[in-house]
Nanobody
């Protein structure tokens, strides 16, 4: 059973940075494409970024392009989301997910999910 555990969320001022981590166990991490999503209260879960199994291909959502960067370390079974120039509208619960394709941008395409980590950006 593949398990994902996020960490690194917290409270930060606008313009600040955070790095989220997602540690994966119970599966072959290097076989998995990893995605990040976020969900604010009352809103649908939104695609943030995805990375392929080798880390050579990434895709970021329009609202975070140029500010967020997804990466992975297969030796550590961990995916990351570096978030810079944070804005109050980035406030949300952030989830990592594992799937079969780096083309996946909708939540239903991912088989495995973490429990989420809260990011709050104050103005």
């Amino acid at each position: 059973q593949v398990q994902l555990v996020e960490s690194g969320g917290g409270l930060v001022q606008a313009g600040g940075s955070l790095r989220l981590s997602c540690e994966v166990s119970g599966g072959t991490f290097s076989d998995l494409c990893m995605g990040w999503f976020r969900q604010a209260p009352g809103k649908e879960r939104e695609f943030v970024a995805v990375i392929n199994w080798s880390g050579t291909r990434t895709n970021h959502g329009d609202s975070v392009k140029g500010r967020f960067t997804i990466s992975r370390d297969n030796a550590k079974n961990t995916a990351y989301l570096q978030m810079n120039s944070l804005k109050p509208e980035d406030t949300a619960e952030y989830y990592c997910a594992a799937g079969d394709s780096s083309h996946f941008r909708t939540p239903g395409q991912y088989a495995y999910w973490g429990q989420g980590t809260q990011v709050t950006v104050s103005s």
